[in-house]
């Protein structure tokens, strides 16, 4: 089937509905709740045998700030504009600033919709540095906020906002209560459905869908709107190959499999554009445990090339740009300790670290040049080359010692996208000359959102901007 | 005017041809030129006054292997596969690899078809390192084939195929004579006359187009097909910010005033799809004179951080990754002088490089490691970090030193965009599913070609890659 059906083709729609959310994952849900809030007829289509998507997969962290409840509660300072800085720090000149606004002057309304879905949030701060905070706490640092360059612009925040009690589950816990909100609010979710095709007026406009249920295409009208919430393309291997060709083959492809692009696809088939497909997030979990920050991160040259201090997002952006994705961590015998969530390979161990840079091939003195002149300041609390913050500096002296790998070749790091269709805040697709699709819409990783680059990205980011933007799109679609 | 008009909306054509090709520059002369002879009536629409297009503006370089008669003629070894080789190796992962297999099996007889248009090329080889030889010979080294890591897959071979005598003025020479066959060839070229829509069919097949001639909108019939060679997008700000966000502000915009995007945008609004956006040549002209090569650029930490015989593009791709785009070149009294092309300013001179460091603000001992290391390996003829070629391996001990600024936004470098819409070789414009647009079809840098990355790209990769797959665009379009 074509992935467009003009309307005349179709003489009487099967069903109908006012909005047709595609996806009932993080975006999708939000959507569909805002949407049938406003009074619209809602209907959802989810191509697997259950909702929850990626963010059901999640920990659903949720970067939110500006002072939401949680931190008010906790005493934790932060603004509007003390966390606009910091994401404009984060996105530079690669970010869509009313869409960042917006979001930024909305968060802690956002925060409090999370709450009022009935999903758990306690008020404890992990202060320590985690991926996920292990111990029941709801508060906790997600991102490069402590680290360098980002100090300079903001004043560090706390703004991962985790379910409390949920460990790795968060997404669970939330998406259960999110998708159950979309149930008593008289949504129709049908499951097993898979959208195949858009519909079409002669004017363009988009007035309802073709999905695959139970072996047959069945069409469904959509009087206020389609709203695209499928999830990226991480998992449809033509169009990684297409967008990211270098990341292609190091990638552990990080999603759930819905993310085939459905959405992107059909949403250009439409006319719509897409931006920034060739960006994604990378993540080389070199923490926990946090002690592993006390090593300095070397490429093939025995250079150092970030400080050790940032999120794995941003140490996996810079990964990728040394010579043939070859990183190591030196570490000594004080600081050692493998790390939590990655296999690594121990290249050379030595009592002293020119021993180690022989065994593991470095050209001679390039290895201990760069351990001395990274001692010598770290004695005396300063990191003069990239800023690591203080409290990680120290000197690096107790034998043995050890370079460990980081190659990516054989970490193979998460990976997923961050392009996808051109949509304005609202979530109205957007075709190349900047026009609407009437009657198009879409949120989550379906859309270019707010995180735009791995060098910037802290967890949560995602789902605070998918179901921040999803509720947006399900609202504008209601309305139209 | 909207983008596509409905072929329905055009009771009659004002006029009619075979295969309408949109851009008199390089690609399009070229497409124009070949579907003539190919017996098809052609018609060319160029917006500006004249032909040519940025391929006129350059020096007209053809990167062209595997045995030209040129290299023949001058005692250069090279074969295709060596060529492929090099080529794969330039672009990895990021290359489609069908194309590149018809590039390099078709460039010997591309080379002999520019000869036959009339266009002089001198029997003479210059071995030295320039941008453009200014010897008059018509053969030289343009790219990275002399330095690492191209040397360990592909035998060095010069490949810049240079008109006779040009100097940097090749592009006229070249596009002079390619245009003198045009006309001769009984195309009708229309100056002045701007794409401004495509005309879809029903079936959605490109069937004409609408062009902005003498203050008037003429809808012209094309049988057989619409090429779109209306050149790459640089000098369109909106799509810069859009695509390019990180280099929209450091950007010199090379080009000539037509590269708005045209051709890219009434691909998409037809259904087509656009691939490698992100992707740019940022060239930093670090030679002639060719003695800069023996200096050695370093990052704001006072690292190398790449080999300094590489081509003035790949030198852009590592320095755009440097902290702030900042790096330096640190060089000796020895070989210092200015450089040719570029305006930089010395930030320290020192008897010592401590002396330069301290001045630079450098942390105490970065730079002067930096130094002795490399000058300790140099005079063995070695650089164990980045393998510069040992031609260009010398001790920089010649005081006094200097550090010079290379900073991006200060130099501003040349820039223009690798991304374009998705094609075929043969020049169908591809919608995202894959399938093909009928009638409509693309060459030269309105589309992804050869050259996808700055990292890999060679001067004359351009102009070969637009003229080669031009023609096949052009052939393939008279043959519909």
Redesign the interface.
């Known amino acids: 089937m074509s ?1 467009i059906v003009p309307l005349r083709d179709i003489p009487e729609f099967d069903l109908a509905t006012d909005v047709l959310v595609a996806g009932f994952g993080g975006a999708g849900a939000s959507a569909a709740l805002e949407a049938r809030r406003a009074g619209a007829e809602v209907m959802v289509l989810e191509s697997s045998s259950g909702g929850g998507g990626s963010t059901q997969m999640s920990a659903c962290e949720m970067y939110l700030g500006g002072g939401t409840a949680l931190q008010h509660d906790l005493g934790i300072e932060d603004s509007v504009d003390n966390f606009y800085r910091y994401l404009k720090a984060c996105f ?4 869509d600033e009313e869409r960042l606004k917006l979001f930024c002057e909305g968060a802690v309304e956002h925060f409090d919709w999370a709450e009022s879905l009935g999903v758990p949030y306690k008020r404890g701060f992990f202060s320590g540095r985690d991926v996920v905070a292990m111990t029941g706490d709801s508060l906790q640092y997600t991102g490069n906020e402590r680290a360098w360059p980002f100090t300079e612009t903001a004043a560090a925040a706390p703004r991962g906002h985790l379910p409390a009690d949920a460990d790795h589950s968060g997404g669970l816990v939330f998406m259960g209560h999110l998708m159950e909100r979309v149930r008593e609010s008289g949504a129709d979710i049908r499951c097993d459905a898979r959208l195949t095709a858009l519909v079409q007026d002669d004017q363009g406009r988009v007035v309802g869908a073709i999905a695959r249920i139970d072996n047959r295409d069945v069409s469904i009208a959509a009087t206020r709107g389609v709203v695209l919430c499928t999830g990226g393309f991480i998992m449809n291997e ?1 169009m990684t ?3 990211l ?2 990341l ?2 190091i990638a552990t492809r990080h999603g759930n499999p819905g993310d085939r692009g459905d959405g ?2 059909l949403g ?2 439409a ?1 719509g ?7 994604a997030f990378v993540g080389i979990a070199h923490y926990p445990p946090p002690q592993l920050t006390y090593g300095i991160f070397v490429n093939e ?4 090339f970030v400080n050790e201090d940032v999120y794995l997002a941003r140490l996996g952006h810079y990964a990728v ?1 040394q010579t043939g994705g070859r990183v190591y961590m030196f570490i000594d015998n004080r600081h050692f300790e493998r790390p939590a969530y990655l296999e690594v390979d121990i290249v050379a161990v030595g009592e002293s670290v020119a021993e180690v840079e022989s065994e593991a091939g470095f ?1 001679e ?2 290895l201990q ?1 760069t351990v001395e ?1 990274y001692n ?2 770290a004695a005396k609390g300063e990191d ?3 800023h690591k913050a203080k409290d990680w500096l120290m000197p690096l002296d107790c034998a043995p010692f050890a370079l460990v790998s980081y190659a990516l070749d054989q970490i193979r790091p998460p990976v997923f996208t961050l392009g996808g269709l ?1 949509v304005r805040p609202t979530g109205e697709v957007l ?4 026009s609407e699709i009437s009657g198009l819409y879409g949120a989550g990783r379906t859309v270019a959102g707010i995180p735009r680059t791995s060098a910037g990205y802290a967890s949560g980011m995602s789902v605070a901007d998918v179901t921040f933007f999803g509720r947006l799109a399900g609202r504008q679609a209601a309305a139209n």
């Open positions: 992935d530079g000149d690669n970010c033509t190959r297409k967008y060709p270098d292609d083959s992107i696809r250009q088939a006319g554009n897409v931006i920034n497909m060739g960006e040259q025995g250079q150092r740009q050209p003195g390039a040049h002149f010598r300041h003069p080359l990239f051109e075709r190349p000359d900047g």
